[in-house]
C-alpha cells in the first residue's frame, strides 16, 4: 500500500470515525441531558435555544414554576422585589444553569429594564433561587450574584407578567403529570378538566386524573421537559400549545421516550387559571425504536 492510499484511507477512518463519536454525542445529550432555554418571543410564539446542563432534581418543573411565578409578581407590583430597581417595565430571561449542592440552585441571568426620571433604564442581574423540597415552603432564598446596569441601546421584546404566568402555569402542569400525588396546582383547577388522550391507536378520554391514571398505564413512570410554549387568546378564554419530552420506564421495564404535543383551553381566574379542557397526542412512539437510542 502506498503513503498516498495508507493517507487517504486513515482520512476515510478518521472521518468516519469523527461523525460516529458526533452521532453519539448528539443523542446522548438528546436523552441524557437536560436542557435550559434562551427564550427569544415573537407575538405568541416561543421559540427555544437548548443547551444541556446537569440534572439532578427531579422537582425541576415545581422550582422552575416557583421562579416564573416571582418574576410575574415583579411585573404586577412594578415595584422593588429585593434588590430588583423600582418601577419595572419588563424582565428577560438571559442564561439559566440548575446547580446541585446540599440544596438545589437556579441561577439566571435576566435584564430588568425600569423607569427612571422617565427615561427607559436596563440592568443586568445575575441571581440565585435557592430551594429545599424536604420542605414545605420550597422556595427557601433569593441571593444576588451581580448586578450591573446595561447603557447600550438594547431593543427589548414583551416580556410581562402574562408571559411569566403561563409559565409558571405550564411548568406546574408538568409537575403535576411528572407526579399527581404532590402537585403545586390546586385540586380546584382540574376539578371539571375534559381530558382527551392519544397515544399512537390508543385513545382515552375522562376526567384529569382518570386520564392521567391511565396515561401512566399506557406510558410507564419518568419526567416532562418544556420545549416549546405558545399562547393564543379563544374568545374570553387562553389557549395554550405545550411542546414536551419525555424521558422514563415503561410498563414493560425499558426505557423510553416520547414527543408531546397537549393543547389546553384555561379560563383565566382572579387567583390563576381553570383548566377547561386538554386535547393531549404523542407526536413520536414511546416505544421501540426510539427506546433502542437509551442502550
Same mark, same amino acid.
Given at each position: 500500500?502506498?503513503?498516498?492510499?495508507?493517507?487517504?484511507?486513515?482520512?476515510?477512518?478518521?472521518?468516519?470515525?469523527?461523525?460516529?463519536?458526533?452521532?453519539?454525542?448528539?443523542? /446522548?445529550?438528546?436523552?441524557?441531558?437536560?436542557?435550559?432555554?434562551?427564550?427569544?418571543?415573537?407575538?405568541? @410564539?416561543?421559540?427555544?435555544?437548548?443547551?444541556?446542563?446537569?440534572?439532578?432534581?427531579?422537582?425541576?418543573?415545581?422550582?422552575?414554576?416557583?421562579?416564573?411565578?416571582?418574576?410575574?409578581?415583579?411585573?404586577?407590583?412594578?415595584?422593588?422585589?429585593?434588590?430588583?430597581?423600582?418601577?419595572?417595565?419588563?424582565?428577560?430571561?438571559?442564561?439559566?444553569?440548575?446547580?446541585?449542592?446540599?440544596?438545589?440552585?437556579?441561577?439566571?441571568?435576566?435584564?430588568?429594564?425600569?423607569?427612571?426620571?422617565?427615561?427607559?433604564?436596563?440592568?443586568?442581574?445575575?441571581?440565585?433561587?435557592?430551594?429545599?423540597?424536604?420542605?414545605?415552603?420550597?422556595?427557601?432564598?433569593?441571593?444576588?450574584?451581580?448586578?450591573?446596569?446595561?447603557?447600550?441601546?438594547?431593543?427589548?421584546?414583551?416580556?410581562?407578567?402574562?408571559?411569566?404566568?403561563?409559565?409558571?402555569?405550564?411548568?406546574?402542569?408538568?409537575?403535576?403529570?411528572?407526579?399527581?400525588?404532590?402537585? /403545586?396546582?390546586?385540586?380546584?383547577?382540574?376539578?371539571? /378538566?375534559?381530558?382527551?388522550?392519544?397515544?399512537?391507536?390508543?385513545?382515552?378520554?375522562?376526567?384529569?386524573?382518570? /386520564?392521567?391514571?391511565?396515561?401512566?398505564?399506557?406510558?410507564?413512570?419518568?419526567?416532562?421537559?418544556?420545549? @416549546?410554549?405558545?399562547?393564543?387568546?379563544?374568545?374570553?378564554?387562553?389557549?395554550?400549545?405545550?411542546?414536551?419530552?419525555?424521558?422514563?420506564?415503561?410498563?414493560?421495564?425499558?426505557?423510553?421516550?416520547?414527543?408531546?404535543?397537549?393543547?389546553?383551553?384555561?379560563?383565566?381566574?382572579?387567583?390563576?387559571?381553570?383548566?377547561?379542557?386538554?386535547?393531549?397526542?404523542?407526536?413520536?412512539?414511546?416505544?421501540?425504536?426510539?427506546?433502542?437510542?437509551?442502550?
Amino acid at each position: 500500500m502506498t503513503d498516498l492510499v495508507k493517507l487517504k484511507t486513515l482520512s476515510c477512518i478518521y472521518y468516519h470515525a469523527k461523525a460516529f463519536c458526533v452521532l453519539n454525542l448528539s443523542i /446522548t445529550l438528546c436523552c441524557f441531558g437536560l436542557y435550559t432555554s434562551n427564550v427569544y418571543a415573537s407575538d405568541n @410564539s416561543i421559540k427555544v435555544q437548548q443547551r444541556p446542563v446537569i440534572e439532578e432534581s427531579k422537582d425541576l418543573n415545581k422550582a422552575i414554576s416557583s421562579v416564573m411565578q416571582w418574576y410575574m409578581n415583579a411585573l404586577k407590583l412594578k415595584a422593588n422585589k429585593l434588590y430588583y430597581p423600582e418601577h419595572i417595565q419588563n424582565i428577560q430571561i438571559l442564561d439559566a444553569e440548575l446547580l446541585t449542592e446540599s440544596r438545589d440552585n437556579i441561577v439566571l441571568k435576566i435584564w430588568i429594564s425600569y423607569l427612571k426620571s422617565g427615561k427607559t433604564k436596563i440592568r443586568q442581574i445575575k441571581e440565585n433561587f435557592v430551594f429545599d423540597f424536604n420542605k414545605s415552603n420550597h422556595f427557601i432564598k433569593l441571593n444576588e450574584l451581580s448586578s450591573k446596569d446595561i447603557y447600550s441601546n438594547v431593543s427589548l421584546e414583551k416580556y410581562d407578567a402574562d408571559y411569566y404566568q403561563q409559565r409558571s402555569f405550564a411548568y406546574a402542569w408538568l409537575a403535576l403529570m411528572d407526579d399527581s400525588s404532590d402537585s /403545586t396546582l390546586p385540586k380546584k383547577v382540574f376539578e371539571s /378538566t375534559h381530558y382527551q388522550l392519544e397515544i399512537g391507536d390508543q385513545r382515552f378520554t375522562g376526567s384529569l386524573l382518570n /386520564t392521567l391514571n391511565k396515561r401512566i398505564s399506557l406510558m410507564g413512570n419518568g419526567k416532562h421537559f418544556l420545549r @416549546s410554549i405558545s399562547a393564543q387568546a379563544i374568545g374570553n378564554n387562553l389557549q395554550l400549545t405545550l411542546i414536551s419530552s419525555w424521558r422514563g420506564i415503561s410498563p414493560s421495564n425499558k426505557p423510553s421516550i416520547a414527543k408531546i404535543e397537549q393543547i389546553i383551553e384555561l379560563e383565566k381566574t382572579l387567583n390563576g387559571y381553570q383548566i377547561l379542557s386538554i386535547k393531549e397526542q404523542h407526536l413520536l412512539p414511546d416505544i421501540a425504536p426510539w427506546e433502542k437510542m437509551l442502550c
